[in-house]
């Protein structure tokens, strides 16, 4: 696994450094930041083999509901490596991203349809407020643990977000938005989310 092999390097490596350096703190910042980004290429298999995490679509993915609640997430860095087609430029790649994400949104709707009450929520810095908006979504305050996770996996996130664009490029985290929405609510943007998902899916077959 490259990414696997490549991220033990660069810990030994920052480790030698904090050590001649006697900066100890570097080598202890390099082992989470590591950590990471290789822990989801051993969680996400087995999370998902166990129900605790569902695909709606490869980049799309549910926790199983509790207290009335469902979390959404994208895809991981795992998924990122294995799902997106190498041969796609950044323009492509952004377009498949949120055509996955609207294929999945529409199936977790199918799945819960009957549980219209169920509160579906999801924090993201890459989804237009506005767009979430016309889905049925409803933007609320991001707590600060979600923001401590989710700086705490900056390097995971930046890694993701240039593979998303096809180059090195710094994720907007400090925009980032949490947004919340009843099934029921989304069952009834369901047209749009459709349509907007029909419109990618044509853009991308056009420009492949």
């Not at 980049?59 to 609640?69: D, H, M, R, V």
């Not at 664009?165 to 989310?193: C, D, H, M, W």
């Amino acid at each position: 696994m490259v990414i696997g092999s490549v991220s033990i390097a660069l810990l030994l490596v920052f480790i030698v450094i904090s050590l001649k350096t006697e900066v100890y703190i570097i080598g202890v910042f390099m082992f989470f930041a590591v950590l990471t980004i290789i822990a989801p290429f051993y969680d996400m298999p087995s999370l998902k083999k166990s129900g605790r995490v569902i695909y709606h679509s490869p980049l799309f993915i549910s926790e199983k509901p509790t207290n009335g609640a469902i979390k959404i997430h994208g895809g991981t860095l795992f998924d990122y490596c294995f799902v997106i087609d190498k041969k796609m430029n950044g323009k492509q790649r952004t377009n498949f991203i949120l055509q996955q994400y609207l294929d999945g949104l529409l199936s977790l709707m199918e799945q819960y349809k009957e549980n219209k009450h169920l509160i579906v929520k999801g924090t993201s810095y890459i989804i237009n407020e506005r767009t979430a908006e016309k889905m049925g979504f409803k933007t609320i305050k991001t707590d600060t643990f979600q923001k401590i996770i989710l700086n705490f996996n900056f390097l995971n996130v930046l890694l993701s977000y240039s593979i998303a664009k096809n180059k090195l490029s710094f994720p907007a985290v400090n925009n980032t938005k949490t947004f919340q929405a009843e099934i029921g609510e989304l069952i009834e943007r369901k047209e749009y989310v459709e349509n907007l998902n029909q419109s990618l899916k044509r853009m991308i077959a056009s420009n492949y």
